[in-house]
Each structure stands twice: as C-alpha cells, then as structure tokens.
C-alpha cells in the first residue's frame, strides 16, 4: 500500500461515484405506456459508506500503513404516478389497496408487464 494513503481522498472517489448514480432519472423511473395511460415508477435510494486509514510503528519497530473503504445502497420502489386522459393520481405502493386500484385504472398493465419481460 502507498505511503500517501488520504483519507479524503478515499471519500471523494466514493462520493463521485455515488453522485454519477443517484441522478434524477435513477429516482424517476422510465415511464411505460399501457394504451392511453402512462405509469412512472418513484424509487427510494438509501446509501451509507465508511472510510478509514491509519499507520504506525509496532513493537518490533515494524512499519505499515493500512486503510479501507465501502460503501451500501438499498433500492425500493415507492410510488407510482398515473396519468391517464385528464386524471393524475400517485399511488404508495406500501398503502394497501393501490395495486388493486392501479389494476382497475390500468387494465392492460398485467399484460404489458408480461410482454416487456418476454422481450427480455
């Protein structure tokens, strides 16, 4: 390991790294057309990441220097955004109903989703 081991270093190439990742279209999913009606996905990003170095001179009178970095991400899908004609409406996904109300909205979304993984 190099003796210019920088801890600020470590984090901005971490921090760079995460901000080329969570941009706007990675929160805002793509929209998918189902007929007349549009669907966007809202994703959740959660991240956290540690860093850290250190040196020194052990009893022996041996040097060394040491360091590590990581980092972790949770993805989740939070809401869906419906438009359809003159009608937007957000839908939770975590709020109990609003699968069965995006299915009545959206009736052909059963099919297209099978479709889109198919063409996979």
Known sequence: MSDNFSISENINNIFEKLESFVKTNTVVGE???VGDTTIIPFIDICFGLGTGGGGGTDDKGSKGTGGGAGSGAKISPTA????????IEILPI???GSLEKLIDM???LVKKVKEQKNDE
């Open 94 to 96: 975590k709020k109990a």
């Open 31 to 33: 929209p998918m057309n």
């Open 80 to 87: 869906i955004l419906v438009i359809k004609g003159d009608r």
């Open 106 to 108: 959206v009736p052909d």
